[in-house]
């Protein structure tokens, strides 16, 4: 079928989707342990999204991602050992320590980083866009962003310019039923919330978000036609998150019945299914465990590396100089 990833490419997205949820249940693990700072937004459950969404992207493409951006980055191709050193702060992370988890950012690679405003990563691939369409090159723009963050003001802001100036920018809706601890249903009087992109004369493609094929197919639609010019599109992958808004979340709000129904419908799982026929369980197993490894000896290794070194005497004659 047109847009379909190959084996190869669901292969490399079923690895990625287990190195993100190691990469989760690590991180869940250590705060119980009281060994992580801040809040961390735990993606379990959405990973398909953030994979499948990327996964036809080119290094040159540019995303620009949420605070709950773990598998957005996985997806577009960076490290998980230097993703946790940052998470951690250390100074082999992506940014030297500096970001922490929600800022996580290589442009080398095209993420252009998570953002902690929730909707200010909208506008800006929109100007991403912009800048491509100015410079006259195929490279297009991506923006994953939360049903919460589609509430926002800048959305429909940056979804108006990017429809009247038909930017190469492609909207991905990762919705997974909250904002913060807020049902989509006290938050938009629509369920479909990409119905609103008939208003910015856009498509929009809705799709299971739980399923990395069908994730992969919507998008690659979108990104195929961004690139050839036509402008941007947008697809509502429709997910659940399994763990709460932050490892500070107190919970309550989520029914039991709910959390299970979707954790039936387990991403990896699906993926599992998918490719057991074509490449066999035994080698599906051991892609699962060594990916599993790589993220436990990434661990061990973050954990072990050095902080930022911080000379105070020059920093503060920097400051002095300057002031
Ligand atoms: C501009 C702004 N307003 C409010 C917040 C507080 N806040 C952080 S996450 C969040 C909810 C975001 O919901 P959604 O976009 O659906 O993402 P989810 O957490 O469900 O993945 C809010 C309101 C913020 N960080 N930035």
Redesign the pocket.
Known sequence: MKNSPSIDEQIEMYRRMIVVRRLEEGLGALHKEGRTRGPI?RCDGQEAVGVAATAMLRETDLVTS???GHAHYIGKGLDVYPVIAEIFGRDTGYCGGRAGHMLIADASKGMIGGN?????GIPAATGMALSNQILGNDNVAMCI?????SQ?GICHEAMNMAGLWKLPVVFVL?H?K???TVPTAVQSPVDDISIRAAGYGMPSVIVDGNDPVAVYRAVAGMVERARRGEGPGMVEAKTY?WEG?STSDMGGYQTPEEIAAWKARDPIRIAFEALKGEVGEARLTRIDEEASEEVRAAFERALSDPFPAFDYHSASAAYSEVN
């Open positions: 937004h949420t605070h709950r902690a405003i929730v909707g200010a962003f939360g049903d919460g963050a926002t990762e997974n909250f904002g913060l998150r808004f």
